[in-house]
Protein backbone atom coordinates (compact mmCIF):
# COMPACT_ATOMS: atom_id res chain seq x y z
CA UNK A 1 0.00 0.00 0.00
CA UNK A 2 1.12 3.76 -0.38
CA UNK A 3 3.36 4.76 2.49
CA UNK A 4 5.34 7.67 3.56
CA UNK A 5 8.96 7.43 4.74
CA UNK A 6 10.59 10.23 6.93
CA UNK A 7 14.01 10.55 8.01
CA UNK A 8 15.84 10.72 10.52
CA UNK A 9 13.49 10.02 13.62
CA UNK A 10 15.29 12.26 15.77
CA UNK A 11 17.47 15.10 15.28
CA UNK A 12 19.19 17.01 17.72
CA UNK A 13 20.78 20.49 17.21
CA UNK A 14 22.43 23.56 18.62
CA UNK A 15 20.21 26.70 18.86
CA UNK A 16 20.30 28.77 16.10
CA UNK A 17 20.98 25.64 13.42
CA UNK A 18 19.09 24.54 10.90
CA UNK A 19 17.41 21.31 10.91
CA UNK A 20 16.07 19.35 7.58
CA UNK A 21 13.57 16.81 7.82
CA UNK A 22 13.07 14.59 4.59
CA UNK A 23 10.00 12.98 3.57
CA UNK A 24 9.38 10.22 0.42
CA UNK A 25 6.04 9.14 -0.06
CA UNK A 26 4.77 6.43 -3.32
CA UNK A 27 1.47 7.12 -4.50
CA UNK A 28 2.32 9.28 -7.10
CA UNK A 29 -1.58 10.65 -7.37
CA UNK A 30 -0.44 12.22 -3.61
CA UNK A 31 -0.94 16.09 -4.20
CA UNK A 32 -1.17 17.69 -1.03
CA UNK A 33 1.79 17.48 1.75
CA UNK A 34 1.05 18.81 5.31
CA UNK A 35 3.54 19.17 7.81
CA UNK A 36 2.47 18.93 11.54
CA UNK A 37 3.97 19.81 14.83
CA UNK A 38 3.31 18.11 18.15
CA UNK A 39 4.25 19.49 21.65
CA UNK A 40 5.04 17.24 24.44
CA UNK A 41 1.33 16.12 25.50
CA UNK A 42 -0.08 18.15 22.92
CA UNK A 43 -2.27 17.46 19.99
CA UNK A 44 -0.71 17.63 16.54
CA UNK A 45 -1.17 21.25 14.48
CA UNK A 46 -0.21 22.29 11.31
CA UNK A 47 2.73 24.46 10.96
CA UNK A 48 3.10 24.51 6.84
CA UNK A 49 1.87 22.44 3.76
CA UNK A 50 2.52 22.95 0.13
CA UNK A 51 0.34 21.57 -2.99
CA UNK A 52 1.58 19.62 -5.94
CA UNK A 53 1.36 22.72 -8.65
CA UNK A 54 4.46 24.68 -6.31
CA UNK A 55 7.67 23.96 -5.40
CA UNK A 56 8.94 25.76 -2.31
CA UNK A 57 6.89 27.82 0.18
CA UNK A 58 8.31 29.64 3.42
CA UNK A 59 6.47 30.69 6.55
CA UNK A 60 9.22 33.12 8.45
CA UNK A 61 11.79 30.46 9.27
CA UNK A 62 10.02 27.42 7.75
CA UNK A 63 10.38 26.03 4.56
CA UNK A 64 9.29 23.74 2.83
CA UNK A 65 10.17 22.16 -0.93
CA UNK A 66 9.00 19.70 -2.88
CA UNK A 67 10.06 17.57 -6.10
CA UNK A 68 7.35 15.65 -7.27
CA UNK A 69 9.75 14.03 -10.06
CA UNK A 70 11.94 12.14 -7.10
CA UNK A 71 8.73 12.44 -4.23
CA UNK A 72 10.33 13.56 -1.91
CA UNK A 73 9.61 16.82 0.25
CA UNK A 74 11.76 18.45 3.19
CA UNK A 75 11.22 20.85 5.83
CA UNK A 76 13.87 23.60 6.59
CA UNK A 77 13.79 25.02 9.67
CA UNK A 78 16.41 28.03 10.15
CA UNK A 79 17.60 29.86 13.26
CA UNK A 80 16.30 27.09 15.76
CA UNK A 81 14.73 28.04 18.80
CA UNK A 82 14.17 25.75 21.66
CA UNK A 83 10.19 26.27 21.38
CA UNK A 84 11.07 24.25 17.88
CA UNK A 85 11.62 21.37 20.22
CA UNK A 86 8.91 18.73 19.36
CA UNK A 87 7.65 15.77 17.30
CA UNK A 88 7.46 16.99 13.51
CA UNK A 89 5.02 14.75 11.01
CA UNK A 90 5.10 15.10 7.38
CA UNK A 91 1.90 13.48 5.23
CA UNK A 92 0.51 13.34 2.12
CA UNK A 93 -2.88 13.01 0.73
CA UNK A 94 -3.84 12.10 -2.35
CA UNK A 95 -7.32 12.57 -3.66
CA UNK A 96 -7.85 8.57 -4.74
CA UNK A 97 -9.71 6.67 -2.15
CA UNK A 98 -11.52 9.66 -0.72
CA UNK A 99 -8.62 12.24 0.48
CA UNK A 100 -7.26 9.95 2.25
CA UNK A 101 -4.09 10.84 4.34
CA UNK A 102 -0.59 9.13 4.90
CA UNK A 103 1.69 10.32 7.77
CA UNK A 104 4.83 9.91 7.90
CA UNK A 105 6.33 8.13 11.81
CA UNK A 106 7.82 11.40 12.69
CA UNK A 107 10.90 12.98 13.43
CA UNK A 108 11.85 14.03 17.18
CA UNK A 109 13.53 17.50 17.15
CA UNK A 110 15.73 18.83 19.96
CA UNK A 111 16.53 22.26 20.07
CA UNK A 112 19.67 22.68 22.75
CA UNK A 113 20.10 26.28 24.22
CA UNK B 1 -11.34 28.52 16.36
CA UNK B 2 -12.11 24.98 15.21
CA UNK B 3 -12.93 22.77 18.50
CA UNK B 4 -12.67 19.06 18.13
CA UNK B 5 -13.61 17.78 21.30
CA UNK B 6 -13.47 13.38 22.63
CA UNK B 7 -15.00 12.17 25.38
CA UNK B 8 -12.24 10.76 27.80
CA UNK B 9 -8.85 11.70 28.16
CA UNK B 10 -7.87 8.47 29.76
CA UNK B 11 -9.88 5.10 30.02
CA UNK B 12 -9.00 1.71 31.19
CA UNK B 13 -10.96 -1.63 29.71
CA UNK B 14 -10.70 -4.97 30.59
CA UNK B 15 -10.02 -7.10 27.24
CA UNK B 16 -13.25 -8.63 25.91
CA UNK B 17 -15.10 -5.18 26.42
CA UNK B 18 -16.57 -3.17 23.62
CA UNK B 19 -15.94 0.47 23.81
CA UNK B 20 -16.47 3.82 22.29
CA UNK B 21 -15.15 6.80 21.69
CA UNK B 22 -16.54 9.65 20.39
CA UNK B 23 -15.58 12.63 18.58
CA UNK B 24 -17.30 16.02 18.15
CA UNK B 25 -16.68 19.00 16.43
CA UNK B 26 -18.28 22.62 16.10
CA UNK B 27 -16.66 23.81 12.62
CA UNK B 28 -19.08 21.69 10.24
CA UNK B 29 -16.40 19.89 8.42
CA UNK B 30 -17.55 17.40 6.19
CA UNK B 31 -13.79 15.20 6.78
CA UNK B 32 -13.35 13.17 10.13
CA UNK B 33 -10.60 11.32 10.97
CA UNK B 34 -9.78 8.62 13.76
CA UNK B 35 -6.03 7.83 14.18
CA UNK B 36 -4.16 5.66 16.65
CA UNK B 37 -0.80 7.21 17.54
CA UNK B 38 2.03 5.02 19.27
CA UNK B 39 5.70 5.39 19.61
CA UNK B 40 7.59 4.99 16.18
CA UNK B 41 5.00 4.57 14.19
CA UNK B 42 3.58 7.89 13.96
CA UNK B 43 -0.17 8.72 13.05
CA UNK B 44 -2.12 5.85 11.83
CA UNK B 45 -5.46 6.11 10.46
CA UNK B 46 -8.15 3.45 11.13
CA UNK B 47 -10.86 5.10 9.27
CA UNK B 48 -12.30 8.37 7.91
CA UNK B 49 -15.32 9.87 6.58
CA UNK B 50 -16.13 12.37 3.95
CA UNK B 51 -20.00 12.53 4.63
CA UNK B 52 -22.46 11.99 7.46
CA UNK B 53 -23.26 7.97 6.82
CA UNK B 54 -20.41 7.38 4.72
CA UNK B 55 -17.03 5.58 5.66
CA UNK B 56 -13.66 4.21 4.44
CA UNK B 57 -11.08 2.10 5.62
CA UNK B 58 -8.15 3.46 6.49
CA UNK B 59 -4.84 1.44 6.84
CA UNK B 60 -4.97 -0.19 9.92
CA UNK B 61 -9.43 -0.94 10.23
CA UNK B 62 -9.16 -4.22 11.73
CA UNK B 63 -10.83 -4.60 14.90
CA UNK B 64 -12.61 -1.86 14.95
CA UNK B 65 -15.78 -0.02 13.18
CA UNK B 66 -17.14 3.51 13.09
CA UNK B 67 -20.33 5.62 13.27
CA UNK B 68 -21.28 8.93 12.07
CA UNK B 69 -24.95 9.15 12.22
CA UNK B 70 -24.43 13.08 12.44
CA UNK B 71 -21.85 15.52 10.61
CA UNK B 72 -20.63 16.97 14.06
CA UNK B 73 -19.56 13.22 15.26
CA UNK B 74 -17.64 10.20 14.91
CA UNK B 75 -17.74 7.48 16.63
CA UNK B 76 -14.56 4.68 16.93
CA UNK B 77 -15.91 1.16 18.45
CA UNK B 78 -13.70 -1.69 19.01
CA UNK B 79 -15.83 -4.14 19.00
CA UNK B 80 -13.56 -6.68 21.68
CA UNK B 81 -11.02 -4.88 22.72
CA UNK B 82 -7.94 -6.45 22.77
CA UNK B 83 -4.42 -5.23 24.65
CA UNK B 84 -3.07 -4.51 21.42
CA UNK B 85 -5.11 -1.98 20.71
CA UNK B 86 -4.05 0.13 24.33
CA UNK B 87 -2.91 3.30 22.17
CA UNK B 88 -3.12 6.78 21.78
CA UNK B 89 -6.53 7.28 19.82
CA UNK B 90 -6.77 10.48 18.13
CA UNK B 91 -9.21 12.36 15.87
CA UNK B 92 -9.42 14.59 13.94
CA UNK B 93 -11.67 16.77 11.50
CA UNK B 94 -11.23 18.87 8.05
CA UNK B 95 -12.99 21.05 5.07
CA UNK B 96 -14.53 19.30 2.17
CA UNK B 97 -12.07 17.79 -0.45
CA UNK B 98 -8.20 16.04 0.44
CA UNK B 99 -6.09 19.86 1.03
CA UNK B 100 -7.45 21.12 4.14
CA UNK B 101 -6.14 21.27 7.32
CA UNK B 102 -7.15 18.76 9.97
CA UNK B 103 -7.31 19.79 12.97
CA UNK B 104 -7.39 16.95 15.73
CA UNK B 105 -9.03 16.18 19.12
CA UNK B 106 -6.99 16.41 22.58
CA UNK B 107 -6.46 12.36 22.20
CA UNK B 108 -8.07 9.32 24.16
CA UNK B 109 -5.24 7.09 25.72
CA UNK B 110 -6.85 3.56 26.22
CA UNK B 111 -5.21 1.15 28.42
CA UNK B 112 -6.65 -2.34 28.04
CA UNK B 113 -5.84 -4.98 30.48
Known amino acids: GENVEQHPSTLSVQEGDSAVIKCTYSDSASNYFPWYKQELGKRPQLIID?????GEKKDQRIAVTLNKTAKHFSLHITETQPEDSAVYFCAATSNTGGFKTIFGAGTRLFVKA | DVKVTQSSRYLVKRTGEKVFLECVQD?????MFWYRQDPGLGLRLIYFSYDVKMKEKGDIPEGYSVSREKKERFSLILESASTNQTSMYLCASSGAGGRETQYFGPGTRLLVL
Open chain 1, 50 to 54: IRSNV
Open chain 2, 27 to 31: MDHEN
